[in-house]
């Protein structure tokens, strides 16, 4: 069992940047695969990046260059850096662990989700 909270999510003007932070309990951290998915309003819930064990990392084509993703295995801690801000970035963003080896972008792989934190840009 892990458990997963969000934060870092607020309003923000594009163009701008924004770090989320995704904490991490229960089940040793570095056991998981961890990803970013996001949920803009009245769309389904899609993959925005991810890193494995080893701390490879991968990207959605539309936020490659933007975002950032990275671990942090001894506090527990997933990080999303988000530069040059869209409003097509506005989404409820999602943490998510996967007990998993390769690459995961889709989300009945994951097993964990956090509750989400909101990522609103203003144009």
């Known amino acids: 069992q892990v458990q997963l909270v969000e934060s870092g999510g607020g309003l923000v003007q594009a163009g701008g940047s924004l770090r989320l932070s995704c904490a991490a309990s229960?089940?040793?951290?570095?056991?998981?695969?961890m990803g970013w998915f996001r949920q803009p309003p009245g769309k389904e819930r899609e993959f925005v990046a991810g890193?494995?064990?080893?701390?490879?990392?991968y990207y959605a084509d539309s936020v490659k260059g933007r975002f950032t993703i990275s671990r942090d295995n001894a506090k527990n801690t997933v990080n999303l850096q988000i530069n040059s801000l869209k409003p097509k970035d506005t989404a409820v963003y999602f943490c998510?662990?996967?007990?998993?080896?390769?690459?995961?972008?889709?989300?009945?792989?994951?097993?964990?989700w956090g509750q989400g934190t909101q990522v609103t840009v203003s144009s």
């Open positions: 998510a662990a996967a007990q998993v080896s390769g690459k995961v972008t889709t989300t009945r792989h994951y097993d964990y």
């Open positions: 229960g089940r040793t951290f570095s056991s998981y695969a």
């Open positions: 890193i494995s064990w080893g701390s490879s990392t």
